[in-house]
């Protein structure tokens, strides 16, 4: 048995049992590359996504958000600035960092 399958054989779920909650994310369109890593809570509802390029390549992307969500530029330290257009440039092996806003 691969220890891959430990946590699914030998663990019960866990049942959510909240109201649903719906996600603003809703993926990466274009930029196979690319991939989205990880997320962490922010102040005021906002989010920050890290995405990144894990195969040598240049593209554009188009980040696709629920309505009623935007995305920012997130600068280095994590800083958040400005709205941008929800379609990226990325060069290879690139590590990108937006914020998820309400709008």
Request: contains cysteine; hydrophobic residues 35%; positive net charge.
């Amino acid at each position: 048995m691969p220890a891959a399958l430990a946590d699914s054989l030998y663990t019960r779920p866990i049942e959510y049992r909240g109201r649903p909650i719906r996600s603003s994310f809703l993926g990466v369109e274009g930029g196979s590359s690319l991939v989205p890593s990880w997320a962490q809570p922010l102040d005021d509802g906002c989010w920050l996504l890290r995405l990144h390029e894990t195969l040598g390549r240049r593209g554009e992307a188009s980040i696709q958000l629920a309505p009623g969500y935007s995305l920012c530029a997130v600068g280095v330290g994590d800083t958040i600035g400005r709205k941008t257009s929800s379609r990226i440039v990325f060069k290879p092996y690139q590590v990108l960092s937006y914020a998820v806003r309400p709008s």
